[in-house]
C-alpha cells in the first residue's frame, strides 16, 4: 500500500498503470543487495553503467502506452527486466531487448522464476527492434533518442502507438506517436540509446 501511495504521490494516477505496478515485486527484479532500497521511488544501478528506473517513471512510461490485454507490445532497454514484467500483466506478449547479454540472460531467469510464459527477452541493438514478431500494437524505448528510429516505425502496426523521451542529455520531453501524430506528455530524463551490443569487459 505505501508503494502505490507513493506512486500517486509521484504523479501516477492511471489505475492500470498503478495495477501494473502493484502485480510486480520490484524487489524480485532489483540487485540482490538493494532489495531494500525495491520499494522506494529511486534508480537503482545495474551492471554496464545501466539503471533500474525508477519506478515513478515507468508508470507514467505505461500510462502512455495504455497497452491492451490483447497487444503485442516491444521493449527497447531491458534493464532488470521488471518493465517487461508490469507490462506482461496488462498486454498479450512482450518482447524486451538489450544490448548487454547478461542483463538479458538475468531478465530471462526472473521471468522464468516469476511464470511470464509470454514475455521473452533477446539481446540486440534496440534501435533496429524485432522484426520476427513484428508488427507491435505498442511499441516503449527506455532511452533517449533524437527521433523516433525508421526501424522501429516500420514495426509498428498502423494505429499502433510507440512512447520515447525525445530530445538531447539537458532536455528531452516523454512522446507518444499515433497516426503521424505526437504528443507531448511532458518532460522526462533517462540515458541515450547506445547503438550497437554492448560487450562485458574481459575477465582479467
Not at 495495477?19 to 520499494?39: C, F, Q, V
Not at 503485442?72 to 500483466?89: D, P
Request: glycine letters at 8%; proline letters at 8%.
Amino acid at each position: 500500500m505505501r508503494f502505490v501511495l507513493e506512486m500517486r504521490q509521484a504523479g501516477v494516477t492511471d489505475a492500470r498503470a498503478l495495477s501494473a505496478l502493484e502485480r510486480t515485486p520490484r524487489t524480485h527484479y532489483a540487485p540482490e543487495h538493494l532489495e531494500g532500497l525495491a520499494l522506494d521511488d529511486v534508480g537503482l544501478p545495474l551492471a554496464h553503467a545501466q539503471t533500474m528506473t525508477k519506478p515513478s517513471i515507468i508508470g507514467r512510461m505505461i500510462a502512455a502506452l495504455a497497452p491492451q490485454q490483447t497487444d503485442v507490445v516491444l521493449e527497447v532497454g531491458s534493464g532488470s527486466g521488471f518493465q517487461a514484467a508490469a507490462i506482461s500483466s496488462a498486454a498479450s506478449k512482450v518482447i524486451t531487448l538489450d544490448r548487454w547479454n547478461d542483463l538479458v540472460v538475468a531478465a530471462r531467469g526472473r521471468f522464468g522464476t516469476a511464470r511470464l510464459m509470454r514475455t521473452y527477452a533477446f539481446t540486440a541493438d534496440g534501435f533496429d527492434g524485432w522484426p520476427d514478431e513484428a508488427p507491435y500494437d505498442r511499441i516503449v524505448v527506455n532511452a533517449a533518442l533524437d527521433d523516433f528510429p525508421p526501424p522501429l516505425l516500420e514495426q509498428l502496426k498502423p494505429g499502433g502507438v510507440i512512447v520515447a523521451p525525445l530530445g538531447d542529455a539537458q532536455s528531452q520531453r516523454l512522446i507518444r506517436y499515433r497516426n503521424g501524430e505526437r504528443e507531448d506528455l511532458g518532460p522526462i530524463r533517462m540515458q541515450p540509446l547506445e547503438r550497437g551490443l554492448g560487450e562485458a569487459p574481459p575477465v582479467a
